[in-house]
């Protein structure tokens, strides 16, 4: 059996999945990179109209390295927060504000999250999110 049934998938999908603006990836390995991945969708991103807003990144998804792959500096805001709940918030109201197109925020994978409420924000600014937990 595949990782993933594509046909049970697309079979499966409900109005409300239809209008999810969230994303959320969860990394079950610590080791594996998700840059190879992010690094071209960060890139693309970062040419649209609005600000792309990456919310704790990881320290090595630096300046350099976003410009070595392509991206945009000048349209990437980058915040940092010190715990979870400031994280939360965060990314919360850059969702909502309607300034950024895309916010991607990395948590730490025991960190709670209410993506029906992340999913309101992100409408209501429409806008796109996603949470890499890991």
Do not use: F
């Not at 927060?81 to 990314?91: A, N, V």
């Not at 895309?102 to 806008?127: E, K, P, R």
């Amino acid at each position: 059996m595949p990782a993933i049934d594509y046909r049970y998938a697309e079979q499966s999908q409900t109005a409300a999945t239809k209008t999810c603006n969230i994303t959320e990836i969860l990394l079950h390995n610590s080791t594996i990179s998700l840059q190879p991945v992010l690094l071209p969708m960060i890139a693309q991103l970062s040419r649209q109209d609005r600000w792309l807003t990456l919310i704790n990144p990881p320290a090595n998804l630096n300046r350099d390295l976003l410009q070595q792959g392509g991206a945009c500096i000048e349209q990437i805001l980058v915040l940092h927060t010190r715990d979870d709940e400031t994280s939360r918030l965060l990314t919360s109201r850059a969702l909502a504000a309607g300034t950024s197109h895309t916010v991607i925020c990395w948590a730490n994978a025991d960190q709670t999250t209410d993506i029906n409420q992340l999913n309101q924000d992100a409408q209501l600014g429409n806008s796109l999110g996603i949470l890499v937990k890991g």
